[in-house]
């Protein structure tokens, strides 16, 4: 997983004849727009440490209450499945639950025709222990059988915000280094920051 940041450091350039200022291109020197503008980008890969796996089940009957029994049956046994393979309560979650109307179009009758009803209930579950989500898989789709679905899974960092400040740094540096060599070019000296931006 790669976290980056890119800060905008505007500072003053002190010059009697112009600041230089710079855009994505070129280097032009303007009386219009005072300081020198860079952008510095800081990234850095850290190792993903929780999973989070989207699954549930889809129930197709006649009526309501039918697709509605066998729903709940089969995410019942799926939860406790996810529960047996060591993921707490606390971790699972709803996603998305929906009873959709499913109908067909009758050429005799030329009107749609209610066939049955649809139910899907979606799982969020965070994997905490991610050399075991292949096995943890394996026991939802054994517990739902033919009523599984495996929506998506994506890896992530838990806590990111403790890897930020090192990613800022990065990103100050190389916004300082770009506006001092600009200013050495130009022929300035720099002053103190006048804008700081931030976008991660």
Known sequence: MALGLITILAVPA???????????????VSSQQQGIWVT????LSVKP???ILSVGIVSQEKSVAEAQAKATDAITKVMKALTSAGIAEKDIQTGSFSINQQGRWDDQK???????????????VKVRAIDKIGSII???????????RIN?????VEEP?????????????AAKNK?????????????KPTLIQENA
Request: aromatic share 6%.
């Open 138 to 148: 394996d026991s939802a789709v054994e517990a739902g059988g033919d009523l599984i």
């Open 152 to 156: 998506n899974i994506s890896f992530s």
């Open 40 to 43: 510095g980008i800081g990234e």
């Open 49 to 51: 440490d929780i999973a």
């Open 179 to 191: 506006a001092e060599d600009l200013a050495k070019l130009g022929g300035v000296k720099l002053g």
């Open 14 to 28: 002190l010059s009697a004849c112009g600041s230089p200022t710079l855009d994505a291109q070129t280097v032009q």
């Open 110 to 124: 030329q009107m749609e025709t209610v066939i049955g009803y649809r139910i899907t209930n979606m799982l969020t």
């Open 161 to 173: 915000s403790r890897y930020y400040q090192q990613v800022r740094e990065k990103a100050m540096t």
